[in-house]
């Protein structure tokens, strides 16, 4: 069964830490999503990757085709980046499976 | 920049009512989904939409669910009789539908619908 699986489920920051969050996935993906999703509930595409390291902004996405895994990394943290972060994987179709969420919080 | 828009923005309705939500993918775009989420819960795919017909559907769409592309714009979701489960926020998204499984998908801001 193709699986998305997010940790941590919560997370609180002081502004200015660098945070990660971590997404493992079962094999044959064809692109790994990193979405955020606001309070409000909309949700906005940040990267999507089948390989390597994207970069935009503070937002750093990696993925590691071997281990399975991927890792959404914000530099800097501000108040303005809490949210709900989640990682998202399409396998032969174009359909999103997604995760449960990360709840970042950043305080001032 | 373009986006994809929804309406309404919420929903309240009886048990037993049909709703129908609306979706104005991109324009270029051909591949049409839409996901619910409940509160609390994670982003679950229902269904694509392609070329005017359903390429994929997953067990929550069962035979209360249906889906139209009424004319060169608007992407439907009819729900006929709805049950309290089915209180959701709706998102629809749309792709170019060129790349293989590798597209960032554009979300619509949802539906937010509540059955009584």
């Known amino acids: 069964k193709n699986e998305v699986e997010q940790s941590p489920q919560n997370l609180t920051a002081q502004e200015g830490e660098f945070i990660t969050i971590n997404c493992s996935y079962s094999?044959?993906?064809?692109?790994l999503h990193w979405l955020q999703q606001h309070p409000g509930g909309g949700i906005v595409s940040l990267f999507m990757?089948?390989?390597g390291k994207k970069k935009h902004g503070r937002l750093i996405a990696t993925i590691n085709i071997q281990e399975k895994h991927s890792s959404l990394h914000i530099t800097a943290s501000h108040p303005r980046d809490s949210a709900v972060y989640i990682c998202?994987?399409?396998?032969?179709?174009?359909?999103?499976?997604f995760g449960t969420g990360t709840r970042l919080q950043v305080f001032p | 920049e373009p986006e994809v828009t929804q309406t309404p923005s919420h929903q309240v309705t009886q048990m037993g009512q049909e709703v129908i939500l609306r979706c104005v993918p991109i324009?270029?775009?051909?591949?049409f989904y839409w996901y619910r989420q409940i509160l609390g819960q994670k982003v679950e795919f229902l269904v694509s939409?392609?070329?005017?017909?359903?390429?994929?559907k997953s067990e929550i769409f069962d035979d209360q669910f249906s889906v139209e592309r009424p004319d060169g714009s608007n992407f439907t979701l009819k729900i006929r009789s709805t049950k309290l489960e089915d209180s959701a926020m709706y998102f629809c998204?749309?792709?170019?539908?060129?790349?293989?499984?590798?597209?960032?998908?554009?979300f619509g801001p949802g539906t937010r619908l509540l059955v009584l």
């Open positions: 094999v044959g993906i064809s692109a």
């Open positions: 324009s270029n775009h051909l591949y």
């Open positions: 998202a994987a399409t396998y032969n179709t174009d359909k999103l499976i």
């Open positions: 990757l089948s390989s």
């Open positions: 998204a749309s792709i170019v539908g060129l790349a293989g499984g590798q597209e960032t998908q554009y």
């Open positions: 939409f392609y070329n005017n017909e359903i390429s994929e």
